[in-house]
Structure formats: structure tokens, C-alpha cells
């Protein structure tokens, strides 16, 4: 005899049997997907944290270089000897300081002088730290005097801004040959009286396109009188709230021929009449 065939009944209830079996996995498989959910934000939360921690680290090793190079100045093309000895080079740069830049800043007010940078065939800058901004920017400004010379003096700027700056040199070669005002400041570009990054010069494309309109020029105005100020002092100036925009004084309603204003008996004559009624009763 075979084996006997399984009814309806039976039937329904393996069915049974599987769709339990089924729902309890399929429960199983979302509690572990929450649980990897639940890790994978976690992560993701520590990953924000760290990321914003890498930020602020970031921006605080930044104004420690800032604060660090705001004194110094470094001097290229300077010639260096053979085994040459920091005394030699300190006498040697107060020299010029003297002779050359006809400053009044000597060895007593700079904190140090040294070379920079890997000793190859050329001449390595000749950084100089100062003791005091004034002195830095006392011999900024007589750098002038350097015209006509092969050494060249600049502020130590980050590398990160010294690269930017080399980026916007084209730009600031171009709005010269055009004989639009171009000066640099720190890592932006002032092109005619407005200030310019390095992302908007490079979406610009040249220099040709960078005249500002009369409306953006009063609005990129801060001062006046500021071509001649150094990048170090214009980034002081600015951390102070220094620079400041200039408010058009506005013209009182008294005072506005197009605008007529109601008569006003002085007080006086008032007075008088009421007097001189009196009187006359």
C-alpha cells in the first residue's frame, strides 16, 4: 500500500507552519537591519565630530601660523656665502636697513635673522622677525627705496596664501596691461576699488570683465586713501572694525527746498498780540 495523501487540513496547516517560520525570520532580519542602522549613524555622528574637529584644529594651527608670521618679513635675492656666519648676515641687514632704506630700525628692535629654506645653489630668503608691527611696517614702507636693486621684500605670508597669491598674479598682470588699478591684498586681488578671490577670478576667466559699476564700487568701498596701506594693516584694521563704510548723511525734511513746511508763528509776536488785545479792551 503507498503512502497515504495528505488532506486539506493538513495542507493548511504546514502552510501555517512555513508563514510563521517566515514572519519570525523576516522580524529577525529587521531588527538587525535597525541595529546596523542605529551603528551605521553612530559612526556617521563621530565621523561629523571628527571631521569637525579636524576643522577647528585646523583653523587654530592656522592663526597660530598667521600670529606667528605677522612680525616677519622676508628678503630675496640677498646673496649668500659660502659658511656665512648669522653675525655677518645681522650686520649685513642692519646695513641695509641703513644705507639702503634709510630706516632707522636697527638690530635692536628685531628679534631674529636667519635663513629659510633647503641650502642649494641660490641665494635662500633671509627671514627677519621684528619685535614690535611698527618696525615691521616702518621698513615695509621704506621698501620703496629698494627700486632699481635686485632684492625684493615681502611679508611672510602662509604657504597656502602664498600659492593663492601666485595664482593671482596673472590676473593681476593683466588688469595692469589694461591700466586698471590692481593691487594685492593678503589672498585677494583689488581690481578698480573692488576686491576679488581667486574662485571669482578664475569663473570670470580675465581681467577684462572686472570693472565694477558705480553701485558696486560704493558697495565694495569700505574707505578711501587704502592703496598704500600694507596687507598686514588692512587685516588689522579689518579684525578691529576699523574700516567702516560711510553713511551719505541724510538731508532732514526741514531742510528739503522741494518739500514745503507749514507756517509757524513765533512765540514771541504771539504774546505780543495777546498784549496789545488786551489793550484795546
Known sequence: ????????????????????????????????????????????????????????????????????????????????????????????????????????????????????????RNNRPVLIRFLALRCKYEVLRSAKNLKGTSLVLTEDFPLSVRETRKKLYPFWKEARSENKKAFMYYDKLKIDGRFWSLDQLQKKGDASSLSPSESEREDDSVSTGLDNVSDGTLRNWIREGRLMRRKKPQKRKADDPHIQQPFRKPQAIERKSSKESGREK
Open 1 to 120: 500500500m503507498g503512502d497515504k495523501e495528505p488532506n486539506l487540513n493538513d495542507l493548511m496547516v504546514l502552510i501555517n507552519q512555513l508563514r510563521t517560520e517566515l514572519s519570525q525570520k523576516n522580524d529577525d532580519l529587521i531588527e538587525k537591519v535597525k541595529s546596523t542602522d542605529k551603528k551605521i549613524n553612530l559612526l556617521l555622528q563621530k565621523s561629523r565630530e571628527q571631521s569637525d574637529k579636524i576643522t577647528e584644529l585646523e583653523g587654530r594651527i592656522k592663526q597660530s601660523e598667521d600670529a606667528y608670521k605677522r612680525k616677519n618679513l622676508l628678503l630675496f635675492n640677498f646673496p649668500e656665502k659660502d659658511n656665512e656666519k648669522i653675525y655677518d648676515l645681522e650686520k649685513e641687514i642692519e646695513s641695509i636697513f641703513r644705507d639702503v632704506l634709510k630706516t632707522e630700525v636697527n638690530l635692536k628692535d628685531i628679534d631674529a635673522i636667519r635663513r629659510v629654506g633647503i641650502n642649494k
